[in-house]
């Protein structure tokens, strides 16, 4: 089972964020930290799924920040940010630090923190279990530029709608970049926020699925947006 970190020095506010993370992961392993000192003890000692830390920690206004630099130099884990700061300043400071996304407090509800958490937790698995076989990449996505076709992946259909094909197209297209999230609104015509692109992504992910379940070309680049990766095919060894 994943083992979280929950980071927070309001005990209320702790409290309510694992009852929010134990229904969305029942049988989760939450350790919750209070201090930055303890929280730095157990980031040495712990290999963690996911770390959801509060930036100001008692009297220490920045000690997340601190923790996050720590994280990073050790294994990387993924990072969300629930904080009271204004996002519209410690978004970018976040972004710039790799965290995975941020939630200002009082300004998200509970299905806005278990959606987010849940992505995370997602990603997380995947880059564990990511296997590193002998392989060479290959791209066998096929898009009509007029959409007037359905796009095919290893010649099977892919049903998509057409908002669905446009970002699809968009991550091919820059195959190998990162595609922001700014420059994913350009091809959604309603509903431009973050929480609809991702959901985008979803369904462009579960449409590939239906084809080949274990799919994984899509790969989510925290706070930043998506970025369509090589897929790697087996070569067969020969034979002696």
């Known amino acids: 089972m994943p083992a979280i970190a929950v980071i927070e020095d309001d005990a209320p506010t702790s409290n309510q964020l694992r009852a929010w993370i134990e229904s969305a992961a029942p049988g989760a392993r939450i350790d919750q930290w209070f201090t930055r000192d303890d929280a730095e003890a157990a980031i040495a000692r712990e290999r963690y799924d996911v770390i959801v830390l509060d930036i100001e920690l008692g009297r220490e206004r920045h000690a997340g920040v601190a923790l996050i630099n720590a994280i990073n130099k050790q294994h990387g884990t993924p990072v969300l940010v629930v904080s009271a700061m204004p996002a519209t300043i410690y978004r970018s400071i976040m972004k710039a630090l790799d965290a995975w996304d941020y939630l200002q407090k009082t300004t998200f509800s509970e299905s806005d923190f278990v959606d987010t958490f849940l992505e995370i937790l997602r990603e997380a698995k995947r880059q ?78 579960d449409a590939f699925r239906d084809i080949e379940p274990t799919f994984d070309a899509i790969e989510n680049v925290p706070m930043r947006g998506f970025r369509w990766v090589d897929v790697a095919v087996e070569i067969p060894r020969n034979k002696k």
């Open 128 to 205: 564990q279990s990511q296997p590193e076989p002998e392989a060479a990449h290959v791209d066998e996505l096929q898009l009509d530029p007029l959409w007037q076709g359905t796009p095919t992946w290893r010649g099977q259909r892919i049903n998509l709608p057409l908002t669905a094909q446009r970002i699809l197209a968009t991550l091919h297209q820059r195959r190998g970049q990162i595609v922001s999230y700014d420059e994913l609104y350009l091809v959604v015509k309603s509903g431009r926020n973050r929480d609809n692109v991702r959901k985008h992504i979803s369904t462009i992910r």
